[in-house]
């Protein structure tokens, strides 16, 4: 579910972000040149609003996706073309510093350059949501002016479904063992049930985490489980085959 209001409180800060950063641009480019201290004030206010405002949105791009905004293919859709508006004014903004850097005789450039993996948040979004031929022309542009690229080239990792893969391919392994066991011990002792119920609960959890939908479950009145979580609980509380047979003789 998408968490709007704080979606709708990111942008509208994004917003501030950006109006602060045309504010301060106009600002540097009336200041009289002739006055290189406050000439050069202007210009590192100008930094700093512009640093803010491409932050913001790479850490808004990284945290879409933790408050469901990608759940909206429209919202998502929307957000890349931002991104790619945002992406494509970087190398004139960079090759703006890097000129009055020298002109003002701040010698120090290494503070104005991007770290390797800048924007890599943006770029991915443009990479996911708009054309090849948009992406293209935009990842040559920061290319040519030595701009990071990583975003570009670089897939996000899911660790969220390397978990659930591996949760379902131990959960395959245990269900599988404590099937082969059933064979040779068809009449457990009170403490190897307790044994293969806990291993089946734990297997049947695993699986369960990558079957799509939901389900919860409430005990009594201390547990109210939902999903994997739900699924080791009914196994673990209750026997469902004894629930399909009591159904089934009733």
Known sequence: MIKELEVVGIRAKLSEFRSDL?????????????????KRDALLAYQRKATAYFNSAETFVGD???????????WAQGFAEDCFAILESI?????????????????????????????????????????????????????????????????????????????????????????????????PTDFQYNVFRTILALAGAGIGAVIPGF???????????????AVFAVLYFFSPANLVVQATVS
């Open 22 to 38: 045309i504010t301060s641009l106009h600002s540097f480019l009336s200041e009289d040149r002739t006055n290189k201290t406050k």
């Open 64 to 74: 879409s996706e933790l408050l469901g905004a990608r759940e909206s293919k429209h």
């Open 215 to 229: 389900m919860e479950v409430r005990f009594q009145k201390w547990l109210r489980a939902g999903g994997a979580l």
């Open 91 to 187: 190398p004139q903004h960079l090759e703006l510093l890097r000129t009055e850097f020298k002109n003002l005789g701040l010698n120090d450039l290494s503070s104005i350059e991007p770290t390797p993996t800048a924007y890599a948040n943006m770029q991915r979004m443009v990479c996911l949501y708009l054309t090849p031929d948009r992406k293209e022309a935009l990842y040559n542009k920061f290319k040519d002016n030595q701009l990071p690229v990583y975003g570009f080239q670089q897939k996000a990792k899911n660790f969220i479904m390397v978990d659930k893969i591996l949760a379902f391919v131990f959960g395959a392994i245990f269900l599988t063992a404590i099937l082969v066991i059933a064979l040779f011990v068809p009449s």
